[in-house]
């Protein structure tokens, strides 16, 4: 049977790690300031859709019927939608981020750091949760497969009008050159 | 406490929202049982309904008995509810879209979570999902600037241009530019 974390060729990671208490608000004023965009140490992690890190302080209470619950410690998440298996995409985790991630994990309990691979990917499969129902919209699609789509329909949509009401010959010519396999 | 503000939650056109709800003693072998009755083929024919809300690039559930940490994890007072979604527009609108367009399948999703006040009115609905939603401190991702129609459009222009690309050569050019205008003609809602 398929894994709950898989759709297509998609994988859905989920890490739910332990936060050294004392420790949250260097984790925090971290991750608040670490550049976005490009320049985020997540566009370093090859295949990553969307990601994310979540500082999960205390339960939520909703009161009525539910009693104050209260957590050993507060958590840190990070999801990421990928393409792939999970065992390389963790190794890419691990070296794209490099040293970020233990600025980031090192708050976490019994993070190992990133320069031991294999007590790497064990932390991150201790801490993960499996997904009980993943959605995809573009599943089949890898991250290279949308950026390249995205491109070919902006130079589609540039060839169509720089091109309308070309004679057949040049109209052939000027798309062989445009769009190379 | 929430830690954040909640601009960390957008990147570009993309917005993250992360859900984690307690739900009734007993009620996680109902919502496990109700998801992989969803992951199976017949259940996944549902999943169209989430097609229709377009501007989902991915989300996922999961039911949360304990935390993990291999063998020191954390046995939970209450089971919690995991929800995240990466999508393009505003919190607002997602929230409004759920409720008008999947009513009953987000009843049947949150109905065993403390305090929630089912899907309509989408008021007590929105605060329902704000309390018990996590901002994220850090949001990435690959394509910030295209919205899920961009990206199923553009991989229907690609394909298109690749197969035509594939036999331009062999064709003649009147062929071609026939082939070319059929082409333009089939993407022209993509663009």
Known sequence: MASPNVSSQAYSLT??????????SDLVNYLDNVGSGDASPLSKVGSTHFARWVVMDAPVFEGGRQRRDSWSAPRLLFTSNFDGELDPYIE?????LGECADKVWGNCLDYPGHEQPAAFAGWIKRNQIDSSLFYAAYGGMAVEDVLRSLEIRHQLTE??????GDPPDDLKAAFLSEFQP | ???CLCMSNVEGKATAITVMSPIWPGARHLLRALFAIA???VGKRGQGKLETLSFIHYARWAVISEFPNGDRGEKLKYSYLFFESNFNGTWDEYIDAFSEVVPVRMWAIWFTSFGFPGPQPVAPFKRYIRKNEYIANH???AYPEAATTEVNSAGRVAEAVTALRRKAEGMDRESFKKAYDEMLMSIQHDF
Do not use: D, T
Request: aromatic fraction near 14%.
């Open chain 2, 1 to 3: 406490m929430k830690f």
């Open chain 2, 139 to 141: 949001y990435w991702s």
């Open chain 1, 92 to 96: 890419r985790l691990r070296v794209g």
């Open chain 1, 15 to 24: 890490v739910l790690a332990p936060i050294v208490s004392e420790r949250i």
């Open chain 1, 159 to 164: 060839f169509a009008i720089a091109h309308q």
């Open chain 2, 39 to 41: 992951r199976h083929p």
